[in-house]
Antibody
C-alpha cells in the first residue's frame, strides 16, 4: 500500500548533526514533490522544507535555512533531511509528507508516522 | 514572517455545525488547505484547494474562502470529529509554507 516510513531520529547534543530518512512505497516516488513538517511536543505543525520531484527546487523555513538540507534519491525512493547545528528548539516529531499536486502548493495527502528528534545536553 | 491565524478552540454539541476560521493576507491569492490531527496520530488532509474534498473524507466536511479568510465547516459534527485542525497556505512568493496555530475542536 501507499506509505511513507521515517527513520533516523534520536537524541543529539546541541550543535550536533542528524540525518533523517523517509522511505516511500506503493507509488511512483519520482512523480511527487516531497516535504518535511515538524511538530514540537505539545505544539502545532511547522512546515520545514520541500523538494521538487527532480530535485531542481528546494526551499526552507527561515527557522532552519542554512542549517538543514533536503535531498532525495528517486532510484532508492527515499527522501532525506540533513540537520546540522541543531538547537533545543529543533526538538520535534519530524514527518515526511507527499504533495499530491506538486508545485509546493500544500495538498499533503500521504504522511509518515513521524520520527522523534530530541536535542538536549 | 507570514502568519495564518486560527481561533485556539471551538466547541459544539453533536449534530451542530462547527466552523473553524483561518485568516491570512495572501489567502485571496493562495489556496487554503485543512488538516485534521487526532491525538497521537499523523495529520490527515480533509480539504484542499480551498473547497475540494479528498476521497474518503465525509461529505460533512466542506471548505470555503472569501477575501482574507478561509473557513472549514463540519456540518452535523460527530464526537469522532474531535481533533486539532490546522489550516495551511503559502506566503506571497509561494516558496514558503505556513500552518495556522491550530484549533482544538470539542464535540460534546
Amino acid at each position: 500500500q501507499v506509505q511513507l516510513v521515517e527513520s533516523g531520529g534520536g537524541l543529539v547534543k546541541p550543535g550536533g548533526s542528524l540525518r533523517l530518512s523517509c522511505a516511500a512505497s506503493g507509488f511512483t516516488f519520482s512523480d511527487y514533490y516531497m516535504n518535511w513538517i515538524r511538530q514540537a511536543p505539545g505544539k502545532g505543525l511547522e512546515w520545514v522544507s520541500y523538494i521538487s520531484s527532480t530535485s531542481t527546487y528546494t526551499t526552507y523555513a527561515d527557522s532552519v535555512k542554512g542549517r538543514f538540507t533536503i535531498s532525495r534519491d528517486n532510484a532508492e525512493k527515499s527522501l532525506y533531511l540533513q540537520m546540522n547545528s541543531l538547537r533545543a528548539e529543533d526538538t520535534a516529531v519530524y514527518y515526511c509528507a507527499r504533495d499530491k499536486d506538486g508545485g509546493g502548493r500544500g495538498a499533503f495527502d500521504i504522511w509518515g508516522q513521524g520520527t522523534m528528534v530530541t536535542v538536549s545536553s | 514572517s507570514y502568519e495564518l491565524t486560527q481561533p485556539p478552540s471551538v466547541s459544539v454539541s453533536p449534530g451542530q455545525t462547527a466552523r473553524i476560521t483561518c485568516s491570512g493576507d495572501t489567502l485571496p491569492k493562495k489556496y487554503a488547505y485543512w488538516y485534521q490531527q487526532k491525538s497521537g496520530q499523523a495529520p490527515v488532509l480533509v480539504i484542499y484547494d480551498d473547497r475540494k474534498r479528498p476521497s474518503g473524507i465525509p461529505e460533512r466536511f466542506s471548505g470555503s474562502s472569501s477575501g482574507t479568510m478561509a473557513t472549514l465547516t463540519i456540518s452535523g459534527a460527530q464526537v469522532d470529529d474531535e481533533a486539532d485542525y490546522y489550516c495551511y497556505s503559502t506566503d506571497s512568493s509561494g516558496y514558503h509554507g505556513v500552518f495556522g496555530g491550530g484549533t482544538k475542536l470539542t464535540v460534546l
